[in-house]
């Protein structure tokens, strides 16, 4: 057994001190980003906040309503490739979520049948990004797809960070139990706090020109902007984009008070999805994911404002032009 005492950090151990400025505006600050990809071959760009592949959150619409201000969707894997062809998506914005169950084949056939809409973005997603088969499986399935956009983990540590991307990701998603749905802490004791998590990996993932993705914890655009400030490329957000309207069905729509209504909103560990999806928990595990129940939100476009004039107003308090300058200008404050 062994004991690390140095200190890490989390969204709310810290404040990002201001800085002096030249900016006049909000309205001036630059929040797209065109990144090189280490893999890929082609560049990405737009405002770099990903929807979480979340039943209850990358929906199909999420992803059309997201696109509008060039904002990511990694849109959830239990829908049928009938349903995504017909649906309005553009390839800019879009990640195909696969888990490591996945056949190889599988894979090929969705990115092959959804060429038209140009989707050449993949997000492998699994809780636990410190297999060798998760590995091997990033490499197997960049081979397959030499010109895709891989983003993959969950991982929380530099060695594992490397590791995915020398295997062929370009992307590194990086959380283990922050997540606002997540019992994996509790139920197992695992776990990294996000923000040390984030600035470790990023410093691995830039030294080798790969990419990270902050991927859980933040339930404000402060935690956004903590996010970037501390290095993330890419955020994705679950719980701050969950109770929309674009996270329902017509048929929940129908029924909903949309004064004063309530949605359910599920980890897509909890036994609730592995019920719909996965015929109940197997015998051998545990659910590592909660049923909140959450007030309806309306339209996903007023939370977009939201985190996007808070996000313009932290580059102005710290003198960042451009959202790619903000973790140049942070300096993190330790409150405690
Ligand atoms: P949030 O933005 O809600 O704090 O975090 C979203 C992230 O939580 C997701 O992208 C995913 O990584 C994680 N997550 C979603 N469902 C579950 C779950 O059931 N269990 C665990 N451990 N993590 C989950």
Known sequence: MRVESERKLDFDDVLIRPKRTRLETRADVELKRTFKTPHAGFDVSGIPIIAANMDTVATLKMADALAEHSIFTAIHKHYSI???KSANISGDYNFMTFGLNEDLSHIKSTIDNL???KVNKICLDVANGYTEIFVEFVSRVREQHPNCLIMAGNVVTPDMTEALIIAGADIVKIGIGPGSVCE?????????????AIIECA???HGLSGLICADGGCRTSGDVAKAFGAGADFVMLGGMLAGHTECLTD???ASLDKNSGKVEYYGMSS?????KYSGGVAA????EGRVATIDYRGDVKHTVQAILGGLRSTCTYVGAPTLKQLSKRTTFIIKN
């Not at 994996?184 to 695992?190: K, W």
């Not at 036994?271 to 019920?275: K, R, T």
């Open 82 to 84: 009938e349903e995504i």
């Open 115 to 117: 060429a038209d809409k």
């Open 184 to 196: 994996t802490r509790s139920v197992t004791g695992v776990g990294y706090p996000q923000l040390s």
């Open 203 to 205: 410093d691995a993932a």
């Open 251 to 253: 048929e929940q729509l």
């Open 271 to 275: 036994a609730e999805a592995m019920g």
């Open 284 to 287: 051998h595990r545990a659910s």
